[in-house]
């Protein structure tokens, strides 16, 4: 289930099942979109970007959605892994054709063995 | 050469001291970045660098002072910091706006 309050947001999955990470994002000016990774102790890790132009885009085991309507994007993982369990980043780009990235709060992806 | 390399990866210093945290790259990316990041915090961006000039300040403390000796190096000048600021200090490089950025680990800082 997931949960919020004064902790990240975590969302516990079964091994084996498919994850579902959500992200709101502020502006609606914003054109390219990055999901991160994040293990304890380490930088973020890209994983997959999408720019505005698409709604779908697919990676290996990973699908990213995105909903302009409703400033909404979502992070797919299939058959979620041990090794997925990390935090989610997602951030937004091109606000101002800048090199501006900003990051949303984040999902902490817990997978249970 | 795909890495963005860290140095130190742990520094503690006291509120008097002057340090200065050290950021790598090799693939030939026109953009650096740094980033601060609190506990269970996302990074917040804190200086963008393009072609080796300063192009993004966001509204950060003077005791904080970047700089860019050359395309592959950024360097963040630390002095006279307070508890507050203990934070895990990310670099990135980019190929330009609207692009991935690749992260280091970061510098894990503690100011006592």
């Known amino acids: 289930g997931e949960s919020v309050g004064l902790h990240l947001p975590t969302l516990s999955v079964q091994e084996g099942d498919n994850s579902i990470i959500n992200c709101a994002y502020s502006?609606?000016?914003?054109?390219?979109f990055i999901w991160y990774k994040q293990e304890s102790g380490k930088g973020p890790q890209f994983i997959i970007d999408i720019r505005s132009n698409m709604d779908k885009r697919q990676g290996q085991r990973v699908t990213v959605l995105l909903n302009k309507t409703v400033k909404h994007l979502s992070l797919q993982i299939a058959a979620t892994q041990p090794g997925d369990s990390a935090v989610y980043f997602c951030a937004e780009s091109g606000m101002d054709s800048s090199y501006k990235l900003i990051f949303g709060s984040g999902t902490r992806l817990l997978v249970r063995p | 050469d795909t890495e963005v390399t860290q140095t130190p990866k742990h520094l503690v210093m006291g509120m008097t001291n002057k340090k200065s945290l050290k950021c790598e790259q090799h693939m030939g990316h026109r953009a650096m970045y740094w980033y601060k990041q609190k506990a269970k915090k996302p990074p917040e961006l804190m200086f963008v660098y393009s072609y080796e000039k300063l192009s993004i300040n966001e509204s950060v403390p003077s005791r904080f002072s970047p700089e860019c000796p050359n395309s592959s190096l950024l360097n963040l000048h630390l002095h006279a910091l307070q508890p507050e600021d203990s934070a895990l200090y990310l670099c990135?490089?980019?190929?330009?706006?609207?692009?991935?950025?690749?992260f280091g680990q970061g510098t894990r800082l503690t100011v006592v």
């Open positions: 990135a490089s980019g190929t330009g706006p609207n692009t991935e950025a690749f």
């Open positions: 502006n609606s000016a914003s054109d390219y």
